[in-house]
């Protein structure tokens, strides 16, 4: 399969200027032995390094050797100094795309459309049209972005939603942002992460049983695994109830405040949709793995069949339906997704050999320091700790 790929992550867009603030302000939970501090000090090593400018980390840890750590460093609001906490709310974008994937292997198991099926069969033909070869692209090569459908996001969309963050966007709006480019390849000859794969994916969860995809996902995922910090709020609703961080920008001498972007913004792609905290993504990623969310083990190994794919790290990569595996240079694999989006980085990973989970999120979208920084060191002792 020939590779053609461009990383796309989710805007960002500012609200407010706020002045800049050290990494004060620590918390800790859970088990406080030896691992627990040396997992605590990664976080507050992140944010004292020199490549990051993130205010504020936490991390969830669930592992044999540990049972569960939380911890957090630094701040979670800059404006009022409120310390980050281990069990504060953020939105995480593109780890959505997970629970919807989960959701649209239910309907295949229900017998509703089939991971072959085309465009032509489960969407209108007032969506189809839009796009050349609808009757080539399926389902699955929505899920695992073999489908060669174009990114919705431009620097021109970015700069609109940088001048009107609460703007409340519509399917059709990012489908005809699509729809004005070319096909990325043939589909099935490439992979490219698109977000308007799961935008698509979204409109089919929704003809397929006449509910919203967020209900779908709350009803079939976020309601049954009892995610009590998991939420989904709807188009025009801002609000962040409960303990939660604010999500930041760096730019010169000053922190952009990027929270309030509209969860319109990406849909069922991610971007602003989906508000959570680490706890829940681990136990999400953990119920998923076990197979406590799809009726077939058969359908687990299709969400678990990986295609070739690419990433900037260069490390080794590959995709399935919204779950990504890397090897680390260690040896280390890990399964799970990431989420950049405006204002925050968030990942969730199962580390088989190790039999760990790991949830982090930083609240700037640095992807890169909080793989580099954070995630990385923190396996690194995860996995000193079991040899």
Known sequence: MKLKRRWVWLPVVALATV????????????ENGPLGTELQTVLEAALESAETKFPGALMYVSSPELGTWTGAAGLGDIKTSIPMRPDDKFRAGSIMKTFVSV???????????????????????????RFPNSDQITVRMLLNHTSGVP????EAVIGEIAANPTRVWTEDEWL????????????????????TDYTLIGL??????????????????????KLGNT???????????????????PMNDALLDLTDVDPSMAGAAGGSALVTNAGDL????????AGELLENAETLDDMLTFVEAQHPSELPYNYGLAVEKFTLPSGVEMMGHAGGTAGFASVVYYLPALETTVAAMVNTQDLWGLYLQTLIPAIEVLAAASS
């Open 19 to 30: 002045g800049v603030a050290g990494p004060t302000g620590t918390s800790v939970a859970g």
């Open 103 to 129: 959701v649209a292997l239910q309907l295949v198991e229900e017998g509703l459309f089939s991971l072959d099926d085309t465009l032509t069969t489960v969407l209108p033909e007032s969506v189809t049209v």
């Open 151 to 154: 990114e919705f996001l431009s």
């Open 176 to 195: 005809d942002l699509a729809a004005g480019q070319e096909p990325y390849f043939s589909p099935g000859e490439g992979w490219y992460y698109s977000n």
């Open 204 to 225: 089919i969860i929704e003809g397929a049983t006449g509910r919203s995809w967020r209900e779908n996902v709350r009803q079939r995922v976020i309601e049954p695994l």
């Open 231 to 249: 939420l989904l709020p709807e188009p025009g609703d801002l609000s962040i109830p409960g303990n939660h961080s604010r999500g930041y920008h």
């Open 282 to 289: 681990a136990q999400f990623l953990d119920a998923l793995l």
